[in-house]
């Protein structure tokens, strides 16, 4: 079974550009996350989806982040602009819906912002 | 709000010595644990989890873990250390099904020969 498939890997842009992430769950996962981890932390969640529902984006950054998952299976995640203090690895895990509690994480896309 | 502490942000062990990383919860109702481990540039992966049922818990690679209400604590341990098992480890917390990981800060475990 494959697993949750992200990309690019890495991803260096100057300041004030934009940049997206793509993630493509596991087959079958309707839960959806995106989180993001700063260097020396833990992953912090940015949003949750049920299938193509945003159920969960009190901690996205609006004002410059954005998310979309169509259809319910891949999802983009987009940042306009990039400041550099968003310079993270951003992982997107997945898990079946109702059952059990264990998300299943791909490799992240890591971020450089100059 | 809920918090996970995880003691100690980086741990040296020697080669065949106990691995001992230690997580502890913040907590008013019993949470879901999660042991996941991270090699440099790749995702998370699961360790072990607790649900419900016994206590102690066995993971892959030989770890297990042991849930302890009393002590809100749930430490990671392995009888002995490979150089394989060099790595960073995030302990996390849910407490329903689907909703987001709350994660500690992470351990980095080293292993010397």
């Known amino acids: 079974e494959a697993g949750v498939v992200q990309s690019p890997r890495y991803k260096i842009i100057e300041k004030k550009q934009p940049v997206a992430f793509w993630c493509n769950p596991i087959?079958?996962?309707?839960?959806l996350y995106w989180y993001r981890q700063n260097l020396g932390q833990g992953p912090e969640l940015l949003i949750r989806?049920?299938?193509?529902?945003?159920?969960?984006d009190s901690q996205l950054p609006k004002d410059r982040f954005s998310a979309e998952r169509l259809k319910g299976v891949d999802s983009t995640l987009k940042i306009q602009p990039a400041e550099l203090g968003d310079s993270a690895v951003y992982l997107c895990?997945?898990?079946?819906?109702?059952?059990?509690?264990?998300?299943?994480f791909g490799p992240g896309t890591r971020l450089t912002v100059t | 709000a809920q918090s996970v502490t995880q003691l100690g942000s980086h741990v040296s062990v020697s080669e065949g010595a106990l691995v001992l990383l230690r997580c502890n919860y913040s907590?008013?109702?019993?949470?879901?644990l999660f042991w996941y481990v991270q090699y440099p540039n790749q995702g998370l992966q699961l360790l072990l989890k607790?649900?419900?049922?016994?206590?102690l818990v066995k993971g892959i690679n030989g770890f297990e873990a042991e849930f302890k209400k009393s002590e809100t604590s749930f430490h990671l341990t392995k009888p002995s250390a490979h150089m394989s098992d060099a790595a960073e480890y995030f302990c996390?917390?849910?407490?329903?099904?689907?909703?987001?990981?709350?994660f500690g800060k992470g351990t980095t475990l080293s292993v010397s020969s």
């Open positions: 895990a997945s898990s079946p819906t109702g059952i059990g509690h264990e998300q299943y």
């Open positions: 087959s079958g996962h309707n839960t």
């Open positions: 989806y049920e299938n193509e529902e945003a159920v969960d």
């Open positions: 907590s008013s109702v019993p949470p879901y």
């Open positions: 607790y649900t419900t049922g016994a206590t």
């Open positions: 996390a917390v849910s407490y329903q099904a689907g909703t987001a990981l709350i």
